[in-house]
């Protein structure tokens, strides 16, 4: 007698995917505010007037029916200059996280397994990280000089630290597992151990940190562009329009009112997404968090 029964089939990685994400309604909804966010970002420039064109004679109209979102000192549409910041933003929050992640999965990786390098990286980490990051980013600034890509640069000396900690506290606890034993004892080489054991079951926590340090970025570049240290003034980037907005906060809130708002939202959603991705990750340590 022959017993046959189905066997059911692994999903597929989409169908992986779309089942997370039902089952995790918070991140489908910071997946789909970010998403717009991005897509305000890449058709601003082509369907909305050039936000640095100066028009004096409508200067400081409040908003209405032909601006929107009124206009500034200078007669510039705050409507185009919102919606452009939300570029500069997204770019530099998205260039931090890729060279912080970077950057910092290499020295976690190196510090957390390779034990004589630990002391010695890790120190130097730790005297990076005693100086506030703001701080630290000012002064990187003031040698470099305003531009975009120097304030990438600075934010992720700042970032790298941080990044480098959570990675090498995770590999500190892997290194220890019965499976990479095994791999040392079957004469595995310390690359293809890190990347085929190591990296992966690090992946989690890392992708968490990754959405802070994306959230932290957009902060950070628009403290610098609003103390003038950041982005050329030439650059419609949140930090500039505040700063700018400064004098005439009373006679013309709109100025201040909108990059604020989109600032608060946008920072607001990459965090909430953080913690969704969190506890969905990890919903022992979500509990805990509760308690």
Not at 135 to 159: R, T, W
Not at 229 to 250: K, V
């Amino acid at each position: 007698m022959t017993v046959t029964g189905s066997v059911a089939k692994a999903p597929s990685p989409l169908q992986a995917v779309r089942g997370f994400l039902r089952t995790n309604p918070t991140i489908l909804a910071g997946l789909a505010v970010l998403a717009a966010f991005t897509l305000v970002a890449l058709i601003a420039p082509y369907i909305l007037p050039d936000p640095v064109r100066v028009n004096p004679i409508q200067r400081l109209r409040p908003p209405g029916v032909e601006h929107w979102f009124g206009t500034d000192q200078l007669g510039r549409s705050t409507l185009s200059r919102t919606l452009n910041g939300t570029r500069i933003s997204l770019t530099i929050g998205a260039l931090v996280t890729v060279l912080t992640v970077g950057f910092g999965l290499f020295i976690g990786l190196v510090a957390g397994f390779v034990r004589w390098l630990d002391g010695t990286v890790m120190r130097v980490m730790d005297g990076l990280m005693a100086i506030p990051g703001i701080l630290l980013a000012i002064a990187l600034m003031s040698l470099f000089g305003s531009s975009v890509q120097n304030v990438v640069i600075a934010i992720s000396i700042a970032e790298i630290p941080r990044m480098a900690r959570v990675v090498r506290s995770s590999v500190l606890v892997l290194r220890e597992q019965t499976y990479v034993e095994a791999a040392i004892t079957n004469g595995t080489g310390l690359p293809r151990m890190l990347v085929r054991h190591i990296l992966p079951n690090a992946a989690a926590p890392v992708i968490v940190q990754a959405t802070y340090v994306f959230a932290s970025a957009m902060i950070v570049e628009s403290i610098l562009s609003f103390l003038g240290a950041g982005t050329p003034p030439t650059i419609p980037s949140w930090g500039n329009m505040l700063a700018e907005a400064r004098p005439f906060m009373q006679r013309a809130p709109w100025m201040i009112a909108f990059p604020g708002v989109a600032l608060a939202l946008l920072v607001l959603t990459v965090n909430v997404l953080g913690d969704a991705l969190r506890d969905a990750i990890d919903p022992r340590l979500a509990r805990k968090l509760r308690v």
